[in-house]
């Protein structure tokens, strides 16, 4: 007996599991007419919040859907519906950046899913060359100095006034380029890459392109159909207000067959009949085994974080229905704003002008040394590090919160 296309649950059945009986399904995002600042959707305290690049606050209704899952899990009444849920968020992720279900795999993090692009692409061992830029996520750059270390040629870029030029890129993708990696929107300074322009350069010299957006899903419009980029993966506890443990791996469907599978896990199945227990069929294999035909087939783990499923089948919900437009536009004069009164106070921006992303950053020695305890005092919260600082503002921040900070940080 085989089985193909199925759900896990229907998988587990196979193998002799018993599936739950449905419970009702999520109730969905109430309808109200949402004005920015919109604060009601999150609990008070979030006033002289601007840190969430860093951790963004869960707002009600996510904390709400946990909830519901959680009451299930207390009473094992029922089930929570998991696969109906998986369903929703991803089409909801899809929908966000221009993709198709099929082409996302979930993710424990974003690191997770680069280093499983790295992986799909056989490097170290199949060689070639990659360029990527020191605007990039710091955390990978242990990632690509290892990989140099094992013999990868990994040229890094470097920025310029804030920016790392397109036509840096175009001199730096030579023959011989397997893959350039980048952040679409820098964690260090706000700064958007032309994704476009670098995916065609790429794409025209045979290299490939991914781009880390953990910064960019959820806050700027993102249509990976029209950029062409190849794989893109993002967490969900930044923009997509949901928490750690869970995020989304992109691969263009296309690539596929050209991707090396590196892992082999339960999750990547579509059919599983094994022939070991008791009134199996018989089979000359220990189980027959269908990989699915989508991208979880190819990079799925194992097990995954139901609660930041609740979150995400309700914060994805109410980011679509924000619209992300809207949201550029709620931003853009509050860091107008910010970026004045920051310049007054003397402050070096790194953040390029004109930048539309919800991350401002300031290079300060010492920053966090010296406004720690002001902010502290004036019950304001950024992104603080030893020698620079970061402001985030969020859908739920105004021109007060603006006000409040710009108060409290001393001239530089």
Known sequence: MRTTGMTRRGVLAVAG??????????????ARPVQFPDRA????????YLDSGTMHPIPLGARAAVQRYLDQRVGMEGHYPTDEVEKRVKENFARLINATPEELAFVQSTTAGEQLVIEALDFPRGGGRIVTDTLHFF???YLYEELARQGVNVAWLRPEGGRISVEAYERAITSGTRLVALSLVSTYNGFEHDLKRIC??????????YA?????AGTIPIDVRASGVDFAASASYKWLMGDFGLGFLYARADLREKLKRTHFGYYQLAGFAPHVYPFDPPGESIADTTPRGDM?????????????????????????GLGIDRMVAHRLPLLARLRKGLADKGYAIATPEGSRTPLVTCAL?????????PLKAANVRITLSRNRFRVCPS??????????????????
């Open 139 to 141: 955390g990978s750059f």
């Open 296 to 320: 979880e087939g190819m990079f799925a783990g194992g097990t995954r974080s139901h609660t930041v499923l609740a979150q995400l089948d309700w914060s994805l919900n109410y980011i679509l």
């Open 41 to 48: 959707a999150f609990a008070p305290s979030v006033a002289g």
């Open 200 to 209: 065609d350069i790429a794409h025209a010299r045979g290299a490939l392109v």
């Open 395 to 412: 859908v739920f921040n105004d021109e007060q919160d603006i006000d409040r900070l710009l108060a409290a940080l001393p001239r530089a």
């Open 212 to 216: 880390d957006i953990i910064h960019a």
């Open 365 to 373: 020695e010492g920053a966090y040394a010296k406004l720690s305890e």
């Open 17 to 30: 599991a018993v599936p739950m009986v449905p419970i009702a399904a999520r109730a969905a995002v109430a």
